[in-house]
């Protein structure tokens, strides 16, 4: 470990300007527009891996964005570890609230990172994320040090819910068989007490679209006496949560899991302190579900968020329309044992009930994932929590975290192995927001963490 | 008359040709990229009226659009009329829904029309309609049929309420001393029932601005304990009307004029067939105010719409976020004897009393104008109706329109006097909406009728 160790502290320069490079690519998922910024990624990935020295380095083709696989089979006989990673990223807009352009990665010092962050889309979801598993492989591997086989499964689609990933796991099931599969695409609690994610809330993305008159009408000669789609939709909206901030769709609490106190108390060890998480997002108040802690309302309970409407006139100065079409984004956050069938079901089947019959109504999914949870007494937590506890010098505890990572079930099912979420990110770090950063200590510590994580995994005492 | 009408027929296709040019001119006021449009379609406005013989014809600068003038005083001891139009359009969006580009005029045959409309933005709203006092005038002046003086002004910011008039009217009071004013931007009620406009709602556009957290949030990470502003502005929205279709804002009809029972009685004549009325829009089901009509509610009650909505991700794909800020504007329709100002108040009251404590909320007053009756038993309404009755060889009935024309009051207010607004256009036109347009018939219909109305509004015995 010594040796890799000095390997990185060595590199540590070009480490850094690698991982630039991969942030000058706009390779927004969700947006037609940058399909070739994508697959450019993609082969920048690819490149990467083989100067790191992965073997048969490939570009997978789906009916969507490319995978990018890679591995170094060392002894067959030793246990393999696959890492999956992200290579797409959220749209930056609203682009206006952006300091820089977001593809200029600049390093600047924060109150929480005084050691400097790196500024871009995509430095902490995923690409300086999954960068650390490249870097840290490259360093046990040119040291000699590697104690184990590793694969690379890094994608293109997880913004968009990785769609054709499914697809890819069922088909190369042989290809990819591993012991255990290692992420990080999650965050620590805080620098001061690390964490490793074990358990994510599963999501259902939805969209709504409202009709009401075939087309554009002056609101002055038919308002009053036409249905508005806009007004409908915000009815239909604001119906969705209760006075207790608890979900009416009906049924849709049917299968939530039912967290034990005992559990429920050892995880609120994680105080909030309240104060701290308004001003840091500069809320005068907080709100959610009576009854739960904001720790609890962000990773064991359900929740619906509406993440984008729009309708009618929404330009400069004023349009007196009433439109004929009015359009939204909902998405709910699912947590054990709810399913996302299930879900887009009642989801489905509640809008067109408490929706007028003087409109016409499309509830459309665009994709979901289900929960996952890893019991803390695995032998993959124990060795990302020794990993961890070294290089932080410091007690780790389980964290459940609010995020969603699709995927995670799927490697669960398919291929029948845990998967360790060791995110090395802090909740600050305006994910999906303009002015999303990494922090430089934190991509280091990842970089050192991963390496032990291989360590006692493939040792007998854990 | 007979001259004035043989001068009409001579010069149709002219009259035409020239409507066109000015159709060309995307003149919308709302969107400031289109600044220098509305000056050229100024510019052009005044060579219209001099080339058809109207004196001191002068573009006069005001804080925003400027305003054209001119007139033509044949001799002092005669009565004066004041002809008002505004040549700025609403905007064309969305343009997707446009069968040919909005200003790019082309005439087409309908079942409303089978002698062909005029279809482009601003045909019906309001250039071809004032261009027909141009045309009208041009051929009096030529015949020598000129019964009195004539003054006329047409302005660039109806449609985003006038907002310089105001100041213009009262700056120049002397200069536009007149005996009534004639206004055609409003519609009839069919062809086999002509109508003169006896009464406009008022305005009143206001902008919502909710602000949860201070920035953009991940929707996981987040969902579930803090305000998300969409779901809020929703909330608001909906809480607006109640189950009644009555509007909730406190004190809201406090001052709303009670039409009695004859008056209702009299105006219901006006048959609408609500089959017909849903099936030109495409509506299985028609909603309002419990206890009126449809004609009762989009003219003597007032009404409340949101005209346009936009917060969070409205791209392609999904993006889970919650957003920062969420918008709304809003309209309201007033009637006598509401006041915009009086609305503004209690709009913005009630919309800071029902949000939640966890948001900040702005509401901000965007434009507006009071509500216009035009007593039947005027000279002014009846001459109108005269000269309709000749010229469509069919009785003419009264008829209040949901619409707002913000200075028809300020005319009565500023100059102290009447306002006809006798409009040709049909409610049918797709005022606002894509696809406008302004029947030939009624084109050339309103060009007839105008020198009727100014031989009788001129002559002792109506």
């Not at 393999?80 to 807009?93: A, E, N, R, S």
């Not at 929706?355 to 994709?367: D, E, I, Q, T, Y």
């Not at 389980?398 to 398919?414: D, H, N």
Request: net charge neutral.
């Amino acid at each position: 470990m010594k040796n890799t160790l000095e390997y990185i502290k060595k590199n540590r320069d070009r480490y850094i300007e690698e991982l630039f490079e991969l942030l000058k690519i706009p390779s927004i998922s969700a947006d037609s527009a940058y399909k070739q910024e994508v697959l450019k990624c993609a082969d920048k990935v690819a490149d990467y891996l083989r100067k790191s020295g992965v073997d048969q380095v490939e570009i997978c083709q789906t009916k969507g964005h490319p995978v990018v696989y890679g591995e170094k089979i060392i002894d067959t006989s030793f246990p393999t570890v696959l890492m999956y990673g992200h290579y797409d990223v959220q749209p930056p807009d609203p682009l206006g609230l952006w300091d820089r352009p977001p593809f200029e990665p600049y390093i600047k010092k924060t109150p929480i990172h005084p050691g400097g962050a790196i500024f871009a889309r995509g430095s902490a979801d995923d690409k300086g994320q999954f960068f650390m598993h490249i870097k840290a492989f490259e360093a046990m591997s040119a040291t000699g040090e590697l104690p184990c086989n590793i694969k690379f499964i890094i994608e293109g689609e997880e913004e968009i819910g990785s769609v054709s990933l499914g697809d890819f796991l069922t088909k190369n099931e042989e290809k990819l068989a591993c012991d255990c599969v290692l992420v990080s695409d999650t965050h620590i609690y805080s620098l001061d007490q690390p964490t490793i994610t074990t358990g994510l809330r599963g999501l259902s993305y939805m969209e709504i679209e409202v009709e009401g008159p075939n087309r554009d009408l002056h609101s002055g000669l038919y308002g009053g006496a036409v249905p508005n789609p806009i007004n409908i939709l915000c009815k239909i909206i604001a119906e969705l949560k209760d006075e207790n901030g608890r979900i009416t769709v009906d049924g849709f609490y049917d299968n939530v899991e039912v967290v034990s106190d005992e559990e429920r108390k050892e995880m609120n060890k994680l105080k909030d302190d309240p104060k701290k998480y308004k001003k840091a997002i500069g809320l005068k108040a907080l709100e959610g579900e009576r009854g739960y802690t904001t720790l609890e309302r962000t990773s064991i309970r359900p929740a619906l968020d509406c993440n984008g409407i729009w309708g009618g006139y929404t330009g400069e100065g004023a349009k007196t329309v009433i439109p004929s079409k009015a359009f939204a984004k909902i998405s709910m956050r699912l947590v054990p044992n709810q399913t996302e069938g299930e879900v887009v079901d009642k989801f489905t089947k509640y809008i067109k009930k408490i929706a007028p019959a003087s409109v016409k109504v499309k509830v459309k999914p665009m994709h979901g994932g289900l929960p996952y949870v890893l019991p803390v007494t695995t032998k993959e937590y124990l060795s990302a929590k020794k990993a961890m506890e070294r290089s932080f010098n410091k007690g780790v505890l389980p964290y459940r975290s609010g995020g969603s990572i699709p995927i995670t079930s799927l490697f669960e099912k398919i291929l029948g192995v845990k998967v360790v979420l060791m995110g090395l990110g802090l909740d600050t770090d305006a994910l999906h927001s303009p002015n999303e950063h990494f922090g430089l200590y934190n991509y280091f510590k990842g970089i050192e963490t991963i390496p032990l994580f291989f360590k006692y995994y493939t040792s007998e005492d854990v």
